[in-house]
Nanobody, 115 residues
Framework: QVQLVESGGGLVQAGGSLRLSCSAS????????MGWYRQAPGKQRELVARISFDGMTIYADFVKGRFTISRDNAKNTVYLQMNSLKPEDTAVYYC?????????WGQGTQVTVSS
């Protein structure tokens, strides 16, 4: 069983940056495809970016060129560097495996971008 804890969210002005972290405890993190998801109020949760064990990445079109996902397998941690933030990036951000496992959802971290 893996527990995922997200951190690093906050309130930022449009154009600003934030770096999110997702720390995994327990077994089952290392070899898995990991991703960052987000859920805005009234919308479905969506996949933002994913990263393989060896660092191959794929991004959703709406964050391509602005967000960077990375991972440190020795620390069981996945990161999301978010630059050039827009108000529409406002959401709760979560990490999970790809595809996600229901039992792995953490509490998420709130990102709010003001205009």
């Amino acid at each position: 069983q893996v527990q995922l804890v997200e951190s690093g969210g906050g309130l930022v002005q449009a154009g600003g940056s934030l770096r999110l972290s997702c720390s995994a405890s327990g077994t089952g993190f290392g070899a898995n495809l990991m991703g960052w998801y987000r859920q805005a109020p009234g919308k479905q949760r969506e996949l933002v970016a994913r990263i393989s064990f060896d660092g191959m990445t794929i991004y959703a079109d709406f964050v391509k060129g602005r967000f960077t996902i990375s991972r440190d397998n020795a620390k069981n941690t996945v990161y999301l560097q978010m630059n050039s933030l827009k108000p529409e990036d406002t959401a709760v951000y979560y990490c999970n495996r790809v595809p996600f496992l229901i039992g792995y959802w953490g509490q998420g971290t709130q990102v709010t971008v003001s205009s």
